[in-house]
């Protein structure tokens, strides 16, 4: 029977490959474990988003009463629903982490831009995964955030309003948006996602993990990807599913009121924590900058951050002299920390 | 050649000379006679431009004086809904508003009448404003019978009588500065009824002689109906006028005091025309609804006012162990038993609410316990225990299944966290088995 199933999927060929896989070992290897894990907390996304599909239903009219049966009547819908909210959450954070370390550790180096840029389009993806996601529930938070993400999009010169046309399905956001948003959810954010990850972790299987240039000097060990590296990621991914058991059963993700289109927008209104920088800072940004609207002034330098961001690999090429290397910290600290303190008060703020 | 016609027919648009103008320049153009219309056209415009900015004489003269009781009204008149209507002095005080001198301006033979009497001040506004014909054509929704109703007015029937302290036409609605009863500013605007009124009403010196109380103003201000108008801002909110009537302002007499209330609260009026207590108020001459909830300082009804503990008003007529008396503790349990039940009911619901359950269905089914109080609470106008129960029941079963609900919830949340620990315990466990199977790898 091996030798049968070997001969039509060369399944000694790849194992001999997973063998032969080996991570370097050094005081940075923790940081390897947040791309697994991202993929891990993906992984409960396409299991958890499966099954709650059967039971969703993607129109204004039934979509809160949906999850509200999910929650309340279905056989542990409510732990389902929990763990797909936090494990999305959770998998941005990671993401976020993943990024972070890769920009520092400056994994993208030579041969690994094209990988670099993958992750960053894979980044994308699951921010509109997030954005997608959030209006389904169809409540009333969802709706606000929703209508003043898109408007946001609006702004953009000349792509703007028809960018915004076509996320709605019109010029309000309506059980058409909520439509339209289902089938981004559940269809053209998979397939592509999909893609991008077999490519992505193709190309880390092609190149092997980087070893930071910083200690590329030094004695770096090694170990066995199959199976020690594999188990301790697997330590990690039995960690993460008590993680989001816990805190799908000690804070359930909350459902709130149903949308609805003629009342007025609640008081403090505020979107999802990954994108809580962006809005504070176009809270911050004067009306108008240099004569120019200032909010689109912004949005356009959010934009063209996130274009920065794939041209990276292409920008810092080893060797490097040192005082690039420093730039390059720098701008990742300064990121971060705006990231961090920007978040921190956009929660603080009312 | 055109803008000058347009520049004409602008300036003239509420002049005569303007039609007369146009039609010789168009028969002039037609003729063909350019030169005589380019002539015609120069002395007619001046013409038209004179006449288009000479104003009311009466206006130009008495906003000049220095005795303010004559140079108000013309000030005042700025605003008056009259004048935005395209009247002016002359259309109520005659007289020729084009003459040059204040004797030819005020000559009888051209129709002067003055400032008129006290007295006569119901006809002279009701020469328009009685005037069907007349009124359809500034407001045909408006109504024409205001001077009759008037007449019916104790206001009216007084200054029939000879009495000229009482209000007339002018005193509510103001005079040269008559706004439209929409308008905020307007004195007869809902906000401003019960100040107008109370001017007089309020005032205990002026009112001496009327021998009538002058508390009302400060009575209302304290009830229900003056919070939702004046805090809520409610202006379908009763005040003075929605009670007395306005043109035919009359206190409501003890016969017709629940045909008023029951205008609005028409249900309470109708329970209680079927209750006992319709006949046994007649038979003591007690005036309906005010008898119990007063007539301008009608405070918020409250759950106490029924029942036979202290403060209630049952025991103001009824006695320990007469029919009334026994009902109205029924009622009152009944309604605190509901109460009781909401109260608790909700107070679960919010505890799992708050401890993230989702009880959003249960706490909208509660809706109707509460729907079911406000029912009672309007029932009990029937005097029927019977009525009162009909809706009590079904609201406590009803409240009783959101407390069940709430229950449900709370002991869902129970076992939540107790499969929680048993799965740490085996998520834990599984982790430290792998854990110990890599150390076990990499002791090799």
């Known amino acids: ?350 | 050649m055109r803008a000058l016609i347009f520049l004409t027919k602008f300036l003239s648009q509420r002049r005569k000379a303007a039609r007369v103008f146009l039609w010789f320049s168009f028969v002039l153009w037609r003729l063909c006679l350019r030169k005589a219309l380019l002539s015609s056209l120069v002395v007619l415009t001046l013409f038209t431009l004179a006449s288009a900015q000479k104003k009311s004489s009466c206006i130009e003269c008495h906003i000049k004086l220095d005795d303010p009781r004559l140079s108000t009204p013309a000030r005042n008149f700025e605003n008056d809904i009259h004048r935005t209507r395209g009247l002016s002095c002359n259309d109520c005080h005659g007289g020729d508003p084009n003459a040059d001198t204040s004797k030819a301006a005020k000559d009888p033979a051209k129709g002067f009448l003055g400032k008129p009497k006290t007295l006569d001040i119901p006809a002279y506004c009701g020469k328009c404003h009685s005037d069907a014909n007349l009124m359809k054509r500034f407001n045909p929704s408006l109504r024409v019978d205001q001077e009759s109703e008037y007449y019916t007015s104790v206001h009216g029937k007084l200054l029939k009588s000879g009495e000229q302290k009482v209000a007339t036409c002018i005193s509510c609605h103001n005079v040269h500065g008559i706004r439209a009863v929409s308008d905020p500013l307007s004195s007869v605007y809902p906000l401003n009824v019960a100040d107008t009124c109370a001017k007089c009403h309020a005032n205990a010196d002026y009112m001496r002689s009327f021998r009538i109380p002058t508390d009302q103003f400060q009575k209302f201000k304290t009830s229900v109906h003056a919070k939702a108008l004046y805090v809520k801002q409610d202006l379908s909110a009763p005040t003075c006028n929605d009670c007395h009537g306005n043109h035919g302002a009359t206190p409501p007499g003890i016969a017709s005091v629940a045909n008023v209330c029951g205008q609005c609260h028409a249900r309470q009026a109708e329970l209680f025309q079927t209750s006992p207590h319709k006949a046994a108020f007649d038979q003591k001459g007690l005036a309906e609804c005010i008898t119990c909830h007063n007539n301008h300082a009608i405070a918020t009804p409250t759950d106490q006012m029924i029942g036979t503990q202290q403060g209630a008003l049952c025991i103001n007529c009824h006695t320990n162990g007469d029919k009334g008396f026994v009902a109205g503790g029924y009622m009152r349990s009944r309604i605190d038993q509901l109460i009781a039940s909401i109260d608790k009911s909700t107070g679960i619901l919010n505890l799992a609410e708050r401890k993230g359950m989702e009880v959003s269905k249960p706490k909208f089914d509660l809706k109707a316990a509460t729907d079911a109080l406000t029912h009672a609470r309007v029932l009990i106008h029937s005097s029927s225990t019977a009525e009162v129960d009909k809706v009590v029941a079904p609201g406590l079963e009803v409240a009783g299944k959101a407390y069940q609900a709430g229950l449900d919830a709370l002991a869902e949340l129970s076992f939540r966290r107790k499969g929680l620990a048993v799965s740490l315990v085996f998520i834990l466990l599984l982790a430290l088995l792998v854990y110990l199977k890599v150390r076990q790898i990499e002791a090799r």
Not at chain 1, 33 to 44: A, K, R, S
Not at chain 1, 206 to 227: D, I, Y
Not at chain 1, 259 to 275: Q, R
Not at chain 1, 335 to 348: E, F, H, S, W
């Open chain 1, 1 to 350: 029977m091996k030798d049968w199933l070997d001969e039509r999927l060369s399944i000694s060929a790849l194992v001999a490959i997973a063998q032969k896989k080996e991570v370097p070992l050094h005081r940075h290897s923790i940081w390897y474990y947040f791309g697994g894990m991202t993929l891990f907390l993906f992984t409960v996304q396409v299991v958890t988003g499966i099954l709650l599909l059967l039971y969703y239903r993607p129109s204004a009219e039934n979509a809160f009463e949906s999850v509200q049966f999910i929650i309340t009547e279905v056989q542990f819908g409510w732990l389902i629903r929990s763990i797909h909210s936090w494990s999305a959450n959770l998998m941005i954070a990671t993401l976020f982490i993943h990024l972070f370390s890769v920009f520092f550790l400056r994994a993208y180096h030579r041969p690994r831009e094209i990988t670099w840029v993958s992750g960053v389009i894979l980044l994308f993806i699951v921010i509109c995964f997030g954005f997608s996601g959030y209006l389904l529930p169809w409540n009333k938070l969802a709706y606000f955030a929703t209508k003043v993400g898109t408007e946001i999009a609006g702004v953009i010169p000349i792509v703007g309003r028809p960018a915004l046309r076509f996320l709605r399905g019109g010029n309000d956001v309506t059980g058409a948006t909520l439509t339209r948003f289902f089938g981004f959810h559940v269809a053209v954010l998979p397939a592509t996602a999909t893609v991008f990850i077999a490519i992505h972790i193709l190309l880390v299987q092609l190149h092997g993990m980087s070893v930071p240039p910083s200690l590329a000097k030094e004695n770096v060990g090694k170990m066995k990807f199959v199976p020690n590296f594999l188990l301790r990621d697997l330590i990690g991914w039995i960690l993460a599913i008590g993680v989001l058991a816990a805190l799908a059963a000690l804070f359930p993700w909350e459902l709130g009121e149903k949308a609805d289109p003629f009342a007025p927008a609640p008081a403090g209104i505020k979107p999802e924590w990954y994108f809580l920088f962006m809005f504070q800072t176009l809270k911050f940004i004067p009306a108008k900058l240099l004569g120019f609207d200032g909010e689109v002034l912004g949005i356009m330098a959010f934009n063209i951050i996130a274009l920065l961001l794939f041209i990276v690999p292409f920008v810092d090429r080893p060797p490097g002299n040192p005082r690039r290397r420093l730039l390059f910290n720098v701008i990742g600290v300064i990121a971060l920390l705006y990231i961090v303190v920007m978040t921190i008060i956009g929660y603080v703020t009312k």
